[in-house]
C-alpha cells in the first residue's frame, strides 16, 4: 500500500510556472507507475501525464504536450510536475496517483491509489 501527499499548487499568472510534488510513504514506491489528473468544478477528473516506475516511459495528454514535464525520483519517493506557460484552462485540484497493473496508464481506473489533490489557479 502506498499514500501520497500533493503540494506546490497555488495561484499563479497566465504564462507562469509551479512545479507539482508528489510524496510517497512505503518502501515498493518503485514498482509504481505514477500519473497525474487534474478535474475542474463540475467537470471529471482527467488525465494529464504518467511515467513508468523507471521513468523511461512518460505519457501526456495533449493539452498539456510541450508544456508540462512529468519526473520521478525513486530514492526520495517523489514525483513531480513541472508545469510551464501555464493557461486559466488549467485551472483545476490536481491529484497523484500510483497503479501497479502494468507499466504506465492514462485512465483512472488504472490506478489504485490517489492523494488529495492540490488546486492550482492561473488567473488571466
Known amino acids: 500500500q502506498v499514500q501520497l501527499v500533493e503540494s506546490g499548487g497555488g495561484l499563479v499568472q497566465a504564462g507562469g510556472s509551479l512545479r507539482l510534488s508528489c510524496a510517497a510513504s512505503g518502501r515498493t514506491f518503485s514498482r509504481y507507475y505514477m500519473g497525474w489528473f487534474r478535474q475542474a468544478p463540475g467537470k471529471e477528473r482527467d488525465f494529464v501525464a504518467a511515467i513508468s516506475w523507471s521513468g523511461v516511459s512518460t505519457s501526456y495528454a495533449d493539452s498539456v504536450k510541450g508544456r508540462f514535464t512529468i519526473s520521478r525520483d525513486n530514492a526520495k519517493n517523489t514525483v513531480y510536475l513541472q508545469m510551464n506557460s501555464l493557461k486559466p484552462e488549467d485551472t483545476a485540484v490536481f491529484y497523484c496517483?500510483?497503479?501497479?497493473?502494468?507499466?504506465?496508464?492514462?485512465?483512472?481506473?488504472?490506478?489504485?491509489?490517489w492523494g488529495q489533490g492540490t488546486q492550482v489557479t492561473v488567473s488571466s
Open positions: 496517483a500510483a497503479g501497479y497493473k502494468g507499466v504506465i496508464a492514462a485512465t483512472t481506473r488504472d490506478y489504485g491509489y
